[in-house]
């Protein structure tokens, strides 16, 4: 976690340098709410690839960080983000009485292109990379994590924000591209190799505050 703030304070001094020439910096933080992928296994009562659990149930996650803003034109604003978000995802076993959690800890970088649409709102779209910092799975079993495909995702967000003096709310939709699979094996029944395909798909509702 130590590790995630130091590269917030780094990245909050670089939008503040970029920013002098523009509308300014400021803070975010809010909820996100959306699902990851399949849950399949590699053995499964010996059959492969076995559909384990169908997406997971739409649960609640959490971020905070950093913007800059700058203004081309006086309609258009290039804005970009370096944010820290906590992911938590449910998976119900098909067959069975009990649930997997996946939990991931990444750090997302959006550079969005806006343009004013009428008064305070705006409409936004743009690239997003995502760097996985930390992932577990809390189950009744004991499981061990593998490996995973890739640690940096890339993704698109888009949404619409109503910025009114310091204080500014977004909603956007988020989706990272390509499979991305984490395999872990069963400590337990260690011939149990299952395999979580992590993109994500979420809403994503956000407060800010511009402090200069």
Known sequence: MNKT???LLIAASTLFIGAQSGSGIG???GINFGSTGDLTSDVFNGFNNISISQGTNL???YHIGVFGKLNFGGKFYVRPEVVFTKRQNEYDI???DE?????ISSLDVPILLGIKVIGPVSFFIGPSFHYILDKSIDSPGDFNILDIENDLMLGINTGIAVNIQKFGIDLRYERTFGENLMRFQSDLNQSFFAAIDTRAEQIILSISYKLL
């Not at 649930?99 to 939990?103: A, G, P």
Request: no cysteine; net charge negative.
């Open 5 to 7: 703030l130091s590269m």
């Open 27 to 29: 803070i975010k933080g």
């Open 99 to 103: 649930q997997e959690q996946l939990n």
């Open 94 to 96: 098909i067959g069975a």
């Open 59 to 61: 649960e609640f996650g």
